[in-house]
């Protein structure tokens, strides 16, 4: 997950444009009323904002559904609608993306949220149900585990609509691009108070599955991502920071935070809070 660039990826582009047109020309692809209503609501009448763009046809079926009925792509755009004013179009295109991940697309101002990942967290989360945060083992819960593949898919929607707002504000920042978007993505879901706790943890657990799933290989030491176990502790350093008393069993032996870091996570969690606000100065409708 993160932005795309360059040559190749237009090359890339190219085909699947191709392949959508073909889609839409067979009637496979092409946006129903309801795209149509979703861009209304979210556009509000103005040529910029966020909203999404459904791919019906093909291997995207599946998880198009899944995204509609619970309008997960659809409440993260009116969040961002609602909190940051940006002159632009950006759109959440939900399609089958291949091999690729999730990603904003610089050359065409879009976010590719791919129906590829999103099947891939539902089968992670299938038979995982713990409740996040609490304490507490509910293994096999269907609710839990779909509360938690929600919340890992709104992480997603925040996390690459950081890389547009990135792009397409010409914010200029310290760090690597990819750490400072996970940051955004934190900020706007625990700013949703207890609940968006709850989900930022379990972006956390999502980041320490993929962690013990795939082997470690030197070569994620070069990576412009941290590593997805360096990503589940700092969400859940954020978590700590903001609400210490409420969540002291994330600390010491089996928590995600060791003691020694957690002295710091209410300073870790105000600077990435305060480094947006200060970011997106000019361009808020309300504090992040």
């Known amino acids: 997950?993160?932005?795309?660039?360059?040559?190749?990826?237009?090359?890339?582009?190219?085909?699947?444009?191709?392949?959508?047109?073909?889609?839409?020309?067979?009637?496979?692809?092409?946006?129903?009323?309801?795209?149509?209503?979703?861009r209304r609501t979210?556009?509000?009448?103005?040529?910029?904002?966020?909203v999404v763009q459904y791919r019906t046809g093909g291997k995207a079926a599946s998880a198009t559904a899944y995204l509609r009925t619970r309008r997960i792509l659809d409440k993260a755009a009116e969040r961002?609608?609602?909190?940051?004013?940006?002159?632009?179009?950006?759109?959440?295109?939900?399609?089958?993306?291949?091999?690729?991940?999730?990603?904003?697309d610089s050359e065409t101002g879009t976010i590719d949220f791919c129906a590829e990942h999103v099947d891939e967290i539902r089968d992670r989360f299938a038979h995982v149900g713990q409740g996040v945060g609490q304490g507490?083992?509910?293994?096999?819960?269907?609710?839990?585990?779909?509360?938690h593949v929600a919340a890992v898919l709104e992480e997603t929607a925040y996390h690459e609509s950081a890389h547009a707002l990135i792009d397409r504000l010409g914010l200029r920042f310290t760090g690597r691009e990819e750490d400072?978007?996970?940051?955004?993505?934190?900020?706007?879901?625990?700013?949703?108070g207890r609940a968006g706790e709850t989900k930022a943890l379990a972006a956390a657990t999502d980041y320490a599955l993929a962690a013990k799933e795939t082997p470690f290989d030197p070569a994620d030491l070069l990576d412009e991502h941290s590593l997805d176990g360096q990503r589940a502790a700092?969400?859940?350093c954020y978590v700590y920071g903001v609400q210490p008393a409420r969540h002291e069993d994330l600390v010491g032996a089996g928590g995600r935070v060791t003691e020694d870091r957690a002295e710091g996570c209410p300073d870790e969690w105000e600077q990435a809070r305060s480094g947006w606000q200060q970011l997106l100065a000019g361009h808020l409708k309300r504090q992040v």
């Open 1 to 38: 997950m993160g932005r795309r660039t360059g040559n190749g990826t237009r090359a890339l582009l190219t085909l699947a444009l191709a392949a959508v047109m073909t889609g839409c020309t067979a009637g496979q692809d092409a946006a129903g009323p309801a795209d149509a209503a979703s």
């Open 42 to 50: 979210h556009g509000k009448g103005s040529s910029g904002g966020f």
């Open 80 to 104: 961002l609608n609602d909190t940051v004013k940006v002159p632009h179009r950006i759109p959440f295109v939900v399609r089958s993306c291949g091999a690729a991940e999730p990603a904003y």
């Open 136 to 147: 507490a083992d509910r293994q096999g819960d269907p609710d839990a585990a779909d509360a």
């Open 180 to 192: 400072v978007a996970d940051q955004l993505a934190a900020v706007l879901l625990i700013g949703q």
């Open 234 to 236: 700092n969400y859940a």
